[in-house]
């Protein structure tokens, strides 16, 4: 603060002007009108403020008050005052005569001045402190919506659930950003790309004033989150009932998931939150980033797994094929003993995703039959004893097919014992009773009513109620009777499966067009052999 380089020396202006002590420089930073009055009322003098030559505010002081004590002068000119004076930025000028009075009188005042800085600086601090508060807040807020929104998501089990999933996600914040609603736009990932908005509260406005906005703000909504309020001066949001809003993209590693929209300030949150104001802010933008960024992640890894299990689903199919393919009369045979497994389990409360096991252990429960010879698997006749030992272990085949798969562990006991018996003569293990695993017991049923309903070349398929009779006569015997008392409530519903089943039928293959290969080859031009990239024949 002392940096006149030239503190309490004396000397005299021109012009008729008194000795002049030049006093500390510093910079009072705007306190000149408040410190003149402040040496006014503290030491009962006047002050009048010149400015310095470098745009600062020195204080030139002239005492006044006390004639007898003081030798005062007026300060006419206080353009001379300043080019005589001198001062660096802030310096502070008393002038007296006698000096020592000026000397008294400066110390004073420069005492005052100190005390005003440290009160100045004291509320700068205190600014400082009061912004850090509230930054630290809406730090907080934003780590419990962020905490809140983690432990709320889970990955929808299936594509019809995402819509839940989205809108639980959302919840969180709208209490966060303090929002009458939140839409949620979201774009289909297939087809036309079609645009479908979801709302967390009440509809504010129409589908099509939210689309048409994103259409306006596509590009800007790419860089950053927009901020529009209607009653606060910095937009106009253009449709009745939108009042204000909170607009983000949603997108993740460069695919586009939709847009997020936060619609009208709650008012009843306003008096709640100390930094809140009419309309929404960078805060709640900020706040909305946050939250959406992470559902973007989340929907992309939903995408991710859907196109994984896709994939799986895909080569299990592949997989049943091979084994139909062996057998053509048997085709759809494990496609539907899936679907009548996986209805049985919903009837005995397995759960979606437990029904789910089961109808891939219903695709698989023969995978087996793929080591068995043509001989045996296609002989239409009764088979002998020789035969029927090779057939009996395909179960022991398919486990062993399948163990290593470690995404497949869970159905092994279905494919193991489904051709186990209650009373406990059948195969490959003798269990009996409940020792014999529940998948294995539904697949029994339902490998048994399909065997039993379904046309083969050496016969024709018997009658539902002939087949349930079978089913009933063997209960307790061959099949757990609980589980044939409640597929026999449920037929009709089997039964309707069994109707609507179209067997998949292989896809034909595709003539070559112009003498080229249709399929493209990663790595090859559709039209040609040789490698994207390749200028010679090797
Ligand atoms: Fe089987």
Same mark, same amino acid.
């Given at each position: 603060?002392?940096?006149?380089?030239?503190?309490? &020396?004396?000397?005299?202006?021109?012009?008729? $002007?008194?000795?002049?002590?030049?006093?500390?420089?510093?910079?009072?930073?705007?306190?000149?009108?408040?410190?003149?009055?402040?040496?006014?009322?503290?030491?009962?003098?006047?002050?009048?403020?010149?400015?310095?030559?470098?745009?600062?505010?020195?204080?030139?002081?002239?005492?006044? &008050?006390?004639?007898?004590?003081?030798?005062?002068?007026?300060?006419?000119?206080?353009?001379?005052?300043?080019?005589?004076?001198?001062?660096?930025?802030?310096?502070?000028?008393?002038?007296?005569?006698?000096?020592?009075?000026?000397?008294?009188?400066?110390?004073?005042?420069?005492?005052?001045?100190?005390?005003?800085?440290?009160?100045?600086?004291?509320?700068?601090?205190?600014?400082?402190?009061?912004?850090?508060?509230?930054?630290?807040?809406?730090?907080?807020?934003?780590?419990?919506?962020?905490?809140?929104?983690?432990?709320?998501?889970?990955?929808?089990?299936?594509?019809?659930?995402?819509?839940?999933?989205?809108?639980?996600?959302?919840?969180?914040?709208? &209490?966060?950003?303090?929002?009458?609603?939140?839409?949620?736009?979201?774009?289909?990932?297939?087809?036309?790309?079609?645009?479908?908005?979801?709302?967390?509260?009440?509809?504010?406005?129409?589908?099509?004033?939210?689309?048409?906005?994103?259409?306006?703000?596509?590009?800007?909504?790419?860089?950053?989150?927009?901020?529009?309020?209607?009653?606060?001066?910095?937009?106009?949001?253009?449709?009745?009932?939108?009042?204000?809003?909170?607009?983000?993209?949603?997108?993740?590693?460069?695919?586009?998931?939709?847009?997020?929209?936060?619609?009208?300030?709650?008012?009843?949150?306003?008096?709640?939150?100390?930094?809140?104001?009419?309309? $929404?802010?960078?805060?709640?933008?900020?706040?909305?980033?946050?939250?959406?960024?992470?559902?973007?992640?989340?929907?992309?890894?939903?995408?991710?797994?859907?196109?994984?299990?896709?994939?799986?689903?895909?080569?299990?199919?592949?997989?049943?094929?091979?084994?139909?393919?062996?057998?053509?009369?048997?085709?759809?045979?494990?496609?539907?003993?899936?679907?009548?497994?996986?209805?049985?389990?919903?009837?005995?409360?397995?759960?979606?995703?437990?029904?789910?096991?089961?109808?891939?252990?219903?695709?698989?429960?023969?995978?087996?039959?793929?080591?068995?010879?043509?001989?045996?698997?296609?002989?239409?006749?009764?088979?002998?004893?020789?035969?029927?030992?090779?057939?009996?272990?395909?179960?022991?085949?398919?486990?062993?097919?399948?163990?290593?798969?470690?995404?497949?562990?869970?159905?092994?006991?279905?494919?193991?014992?489904?051709?186990?018996?209650?009373?406990?003569?059948?195969?490959?293990?003798?269990?009996?009773?409940?020792?014999?695993?529940?998948?294995?017991?539904?697949?029994?049923?339902?490998?048994?009513?399909?065997?039993?309903?379904?046309?083969?070349?050496?016969?024709?398929?018997?009658?539902?109620?002939?087949?349930?009779?079978?089913?009933?006569?063997?209960?307790?015997?061959?099949?757990?009777?609980?589980?044939?008392?409640?597929?026999?409530?449920?037929?009709?519903?089997?039964?309707?499966?069994?109707?609507?089943?179209?067997?998949?039928?292989?896809?034909?293959?595709?003539?070559?067009?112009?003498?080229?290969?249709?399929?493209?080859?990663?790595?090859?031009?559709?039209?040609?052999?040789?490698?994207?990239?390749?200028?010679?024949?090797?």
């Amino acid at each position: 603060m002392n940096d006149s380089g030239d503190d309490n &020396s004396q000397g005299i202006i021109g012009n008729g $002007f008194p000795p002049v002590l030049k006093m500390y420089a510093y910079d009072p930073g705007g306190l000149d009108g408040s410190l003149a009055h402040l040496l006014s009322a503290g030491i009962g003098i006047s002050v009048t403020v010149v400015e310095a030559r470098d745009g600062g505010h020195p204080l030139v002081i002239q005492a006044k &008050s006390d004639p007898d004590r003081v030798h005062t002068e007026p300060v006419n000119d206080s353009a001379s005052v300043r080019q005589a004076l001198a001062l660096p930025a802030g310096g502070i000028a008393v002038w007296s005569s006698p000096v020592d009075q000026a000397e008294r009188i400066a110390r004073h005042a420069m005492t005052l001045l100190d005390l005003e800085i440290a009160r100045n600086d004291s509320k700068q601090l205190l600014a400082e402190v009061e912004s850090l508060t509230n930054q630290v807040m809406q730090d907080f807020e934003e780590l419990s919506l962020i905490r809140t929104l983690a432990s709320s998501l889970e990955l929808p089990q299936t594509a019809e659930d995402t819509d839940d999933f989205v809108l639980a996600s959302l919840m969180p914040l709208v &209490s966060g950003v303090g929002a009458v609603s939140i839409a949620a736009v979201l774009v289909e990932d297939s087809g036309d790309h079609k645009r479908r908005p979801l709302w967390t509260g009440p509809q504010v406005v129409g589908d099509e004033v939210i689309f048409d906005l994103i259409d306006d703000h596509a590009e800007e909504l790419m860089q950053q989150p927009i901020v529009r309020n209607r009653n606060v001066g910095d937009g106009h949001c253009g449709a009745e009932g939108l009042e204000e809003y909170v607009m983000v993209e949603c997108s993740s590693e460069g695919r586009l998931h939709g847009w997020v929209m936060a619609c009208n300030r709650l008012q009843d949150d306003i008096d709640d939150v100390p930094w809140a104001q009419l309309g $929404f802010t960078t805060v709640q933008a900020s706040l909305m980033e946050t939250a959406t960024n992470q559902l973007a992640a989340q929907l992309n890894n939903i995408r991710l797994l859907r196109q994984k299990e896709e994939l799986f689903t895909d080569v299990i199919r592949a997989l049943v094929n091979a084994v139909e393919a062996r057998d053509p009369y048997t085709c759809g045979h494990s496609e539907r003993v899936a679907s009548f497994a996986r209805c049985l389990a919903s009837k005995i409360g397995f759960t979606v995703a437990e029904c789910e096991r089961i109808y891939l252990t219903g695709l698989l429960h023969d995978v087996g039959k793929i080591a068995i010879p043509d001989g045996v698997l296609q002989k239409p006749n009764r088979l002998n004893e020789e035969e029927r030992a090779i057939i009996e272990t395909h179960t022991d085949s398919g486990w062993r097919i399948l163990q290593e798969l470690e995404a497949l562990q869970d159905i092994l006991p279905g494919v193991l014992y489904h051709h186990e018996h209650w009373n406990g003569k059948g195969y490959p293990d003798r269990l009996a009773g409940d020792n014999i695993p529940i998948d294995g017991r539904i697949l029994a049923v339902c490998d048994a009513f399909d065997a039993m309903t379904s046309d083969r070349p050496y016969r024709k398929g018997m009658s539902i109620d002939r087949a349930i009779t079978i089913l009933n006569e063997g209960a307790g015997e061959y099949w757990d009777p609980n589980l044939i008392h409640v597929f026999s409530q449920h037929i009709d519903e089997i039964d309707e499966i069994r109707i609507n089943h179209q067997p998949r039928q292989p896809a034909a293959r595709p003539a070559p067009v112009n003498g080229l290969p249709i399929i493209g080859i990663p790595g090859f031009s559709v039209t040609g052999n040789m490698p994207s990239g390749s200028t010679s024949a090797q």
